[in-house]
């Protein structure tokens, strides 16, 4: 059965290969995009490769452009968009943390509470939360971020129980990427150097963190996107979608494992 799916953050990544993928299984495919210019990019990438996307910009910290969804009939909502923000917990800006709280999870929630809406109206419809295995593991230097993702599964967590308490056939799942070469992880641990000068307690180590990011990223990365992009095409098409989808699978493997060990 053909769906109507919205997927945030569709210019890039695994948002954009998601996109395509579901567009060439058949669904309606309303790929959303925090910019004019990733919007009219996406849809000459779509016009090229003759797939049939529907693509608008949808900056989801932005109660105007989040307000379009209520005239959708979404069947599922991919909450795919996301920011990184890296440095210690110890020392890195307030205001930063709030802003990737904003994208990450408040602009994520407010959006979904949209979508809701219309499903629970309608007795069905599916909500998926891309959170991170970030969101399960607490990772050193990147807390900012990690943070954000630990109450994005949290909130889908509980969210899928109100969801089941309600009755109305919707059903709520987690996607968590493992490291996937996509440049976000990248951009994301760069961001600190930006603002950590002589003043940081971590200055003197900074060379030191660069390198070890580097080896760290390079030997954990995906090199593609595929294997995520399957567990969401998976849980979108799902009647009943498992809690958590995660991907790649040794990654998850790593995190059973960690938890396990109370890492
Ligand atoms: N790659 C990984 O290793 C990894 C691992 C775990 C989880 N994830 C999660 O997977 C999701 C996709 O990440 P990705 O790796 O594909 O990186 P990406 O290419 O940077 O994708 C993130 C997308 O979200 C967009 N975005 C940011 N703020 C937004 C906003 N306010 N409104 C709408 N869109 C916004 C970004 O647009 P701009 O380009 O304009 O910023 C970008 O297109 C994210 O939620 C990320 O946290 C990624």
Redesign the pocket.
């Given at each position: 059965m053909t769906k109507t799916i919205l997927i945030?953050?569709?210019?890039?990544?695994?948002?954009?290969?998601a996109a395509f993928a579901l567009a060439a299984r058949g669904h309606r495919v309303l790929a959303?995009?925090?910019?004019q210019a990733?919007a009219d990019a996406l849809r000459a990438e779509a016009g090229t490769r003759g797939v049939a996307l529907e693509v608008c910009k949808?900056?989801?910290?932005?109660a105007a452009?989040r307000a379009q969804v209520l005239g959708w009939p979404v069947d599922v909502l991919i909450?795919?968009?996301?920011?990184?923000e890296s440095g210690s917990l110890a020392e890195v800006d307030m205001a930063r943390i709030r802003q990737v709280f904003?994208?990450?999870v408040f602009?994520t929630l407010a959006l979904t509470q949209l979508a809701l809406r219309g499903m629970i109206e309608r007795h069905t419809g599916t909500v998926l939360f891309?959170?991170?295995?970030?969101?399960r593991l607490p990772m050193p230097f990147l807390m900012p971020?990690s943070m954000?993702?630990f109450a994005l599964s949290a909130a889908a967590a509980g969210l899928r129980e109100e969801m089941d308490q309600l009755g109305k056939g919707v059903q709520i799942a987690v996607?968590?990427?493992?490291?996937?070469?996509?440049?976000?992880?990248q951009?994301m641990t760069e961001r600190k150097y930006a603002w950590m000068d002589e003043k940081s307690y971590f200055y003197g180590q900074a060379e030191a963190m660069k390198a070890k990011e580097k080896r760290t990223?390079a030997f954990l990365?995906?090199r593609s996107?595929d294997s995520?992009v399957a567990k969401i095409v998976q849980a979108s098409e799902a009647a009943r979608p498992r809690l958590r989808y995660v991907a790649p699978w040794a990654q998850g493997v790593m995190v059973r494992l960690a938890r396990i060990l109370g890492v």
């Open positions: 945030t953050g569709a210019g890039s990544g695994i948002g954009r290969d959303s995009t925090q910019t990733q949808l900056d989801i910290t932005d452009d909450n795919n968009a996301g920011m990184g904003e994208v990450n602009g891309v959170s991170s295995i970030a969101g971020y954000t993702k996607i968590e990427p493992g490291a996937i070469h996509t440049g976000f992880n951009q990223f990365e995906a996107t995520i």
